[in-house]
């Protein structure tokens, strides 16, 4: 079993800064790409930003130069960190990842969520 834990949502000013966290424990032999996807209220999930094992990234149109994706391997961890965040930011944002874990299965996961509010 694979138990991810996600943090760091909350309730910011427009211009602010939020960093979330996605931790993953268990029976991990190793966790491949990893992703940041977004959900506001009456609109599909859209990916936000991606992350290779090897630390390659890849961003929306939407947030680049405003948000960095990031991973800590050792940690089984990764980050988005979100700054000059806009009301359109708003939404639960979700982490997803592929995991081969100690069994030598393969399958993806989804965290649980957390929410980012952008309000004054």
């Known amino acids: 079993q694979v138990q991810w834990v996600e943090s760091g949502g909350g309730l910011v000013q427009p211009g602010g800064s939020l960093r979330l966290s996605c931790a993953a424990s268990?029976?991990?032999?190793?966790?491949?790409?990893m992703g940041w996807y977004r959900q506001a209220p009456g609109k599909e999930r859209e990916l936000v930003a991606t992350?290779?094992?090897?630390?390659?990234?890849t961003y929306a149109d939407s947030v680049k130069g405003r948000f960095t994706i990031s991973r800590d391997n050792a940690k089984n961890t990764m980050y988005l960190q979100m700054n000059s965040l806009k009301p359109e930011d708003t939404a639960v944002y979700y982490c997803?990842?592929?995991?081969?874990?100690?069994?030598?299965?393969?399958?993806?996961?989804w965290g649980q969520g957390t929410q980012v509010t952008v309000s004054s």
């Open positions: 992350i290779t094992s090897g630390g390659s990234t």
């Open positions: 997803n990842a592929g995991v081969v874990t100690t069994e030598r299965l393969g399958r993806r996961y």
């Open positions: 268990g029976s991990i032999f190793s966790i491949l790409a």
